[in-house]
C-alpha cells in the first residue's frame, strides 16, 4: 500500500437503516456528530443511511414504496430556516 494516503482516523461506528431500523458495527472513518449506545453497552458514532442491503429492492427481491416526496418535504422544511436571509 502507498504511504500517507489513508486515513488514519478508523474507528468503530454504528450505520442505521432508517427504513427499517436495520443497524450495523463496523470500522469507518466517515464524520458524524451523532452517537448511539450498542448492544455491548458502548457509546459509538452513528450514521444514518436511507437504504442498506436490508432494505434495497436488489437484494430483498422486493419492491417497496419510497415515499420519496415525503422525503423531499421533509428536507425543505428542515433547511428552509437556513435558506432565509
Same mark, same amino acid.
Given at each position: @500500500?502507498? /504511504?500517507?494516503?489513508?486515513? *488514519?482516523?478508523?474507528?468503530? !461506528? !454504528?450505520? #442505521?437503516? @432508517?427504513?427499517? %431500523?436495520?443497524?450495523?458495527?463496523?470500522?469507518?472513518? /466517515?464524520?458524524? /456528530?451523532?452517537? &448511539?449506545?450498542? %448492544? +455491548?453497552?458502548? *457509546?459509538?458514532?452513528?450514521? #444514518?443511511? *436511507? &437504504?442498506? =442491503?436490508?432494505? =434495497?429492492? $436488489?437484494?430483498?427481491?422486493?419492491?417497496?414504496? !419510497? +415515499?420519496? /416526496?415525503?422525503? &423531499? +418535504?421533509? $428536507?425543505?422544511?428542515?433547511? !428552509?430556516?437556513?435558506?432565509?436571509?
Amino acid at each position: @500500500m502507498k /504511504a500517507g494516503i489513508h486515513p *488514519e482516523n478508523y474507528r468503530l !461506528v !454504528v450505520f #442505521k437503516d @432508517m427504513s427499517n %431500523e436495520y443497524s450495523f458495527l463496523t470500522n469507518s472513518c /466517515a464524520p458524524s /456528530a451523532d452517537t &448511539i449506545k450498542w %448492544e +455491548d453497552g458502548n *457509546e459509538y458514532p452513528l450514521i #444514518k443511511l *436511507e &437504504i442498506s =442491503h436490508k432494505s =434495497h429492492p $436488489f437484494f430483498t427481491g422486493k419492491q417497496t414504496l !419510497v +415515499d420519496t /416526496a415525503g422525503r &423531499i +418535504d421533509k $428536507f425543505k422544511n428542515r433547511y !428552509v430556516s437556513r435558506n432565509k436571509g
